[in-house]
């Protein structure tokens, strides 16, 4: 059973910076892509950024592009996401996801993309 827990989430005023960890486990092999979401209260699920595993290809939401980095470990079997100037809309319950399914697309946008998710992790921007 694959798991992911998601790490690195807290308070912050804003134009600070948080970083955000992601670890798998249970699974056999490498997955072909991993993501982050964001859900504010209130709202639906927002697509954050996503990497690609084989080709390290990177998406990103407009909301948060040009402030907000992911990268992966294949060692360590984990994805990360690096948030700067991070302001109250930021706000949000932060989840990794993972897609272990063959990509068909660069279309890694929408939830149905990926397969496992992880709980979440609070992210709370002050002004």
């Known amino acids: 059973q694959v798991q992911l827990v998601e790490s690195g989430g807290g308070l912050v005023q804003a134009g600070g910076s948080l970083r955000l960890s992601c670890a798998a486990s249970?699974?056999?092999?490498?997955?072909?892509?991993m993501g982050w979401f964001r859900q504010a209260a209130g709202k639906e699920r927002e697509f954050v950024a996503a990497i690609t595993w084989r080709g390290s290809n990177t998406y990103y939401g407009d909301s948060v592009k040009g402030r907000f980095s992911i990268s992966r470990d294949n060692a360590r079997s984990t994805v990360s996401l690096q948030m700067n100037s991070l302001n109250p809309e930021d706000t949000a319950v932060y989840y990794c996801a993972e897609r272990l399914r063959p990509l068909v697309s660069s279309r890694l946008s929408g939830t149905a993309e990926y397969d496992y998710w992880g709980q979440g992790t609070q992210v709370t921007v002050s002004s």
């Open positions: 249970g699974r056999t092999f490498s997955p072909y892509a």
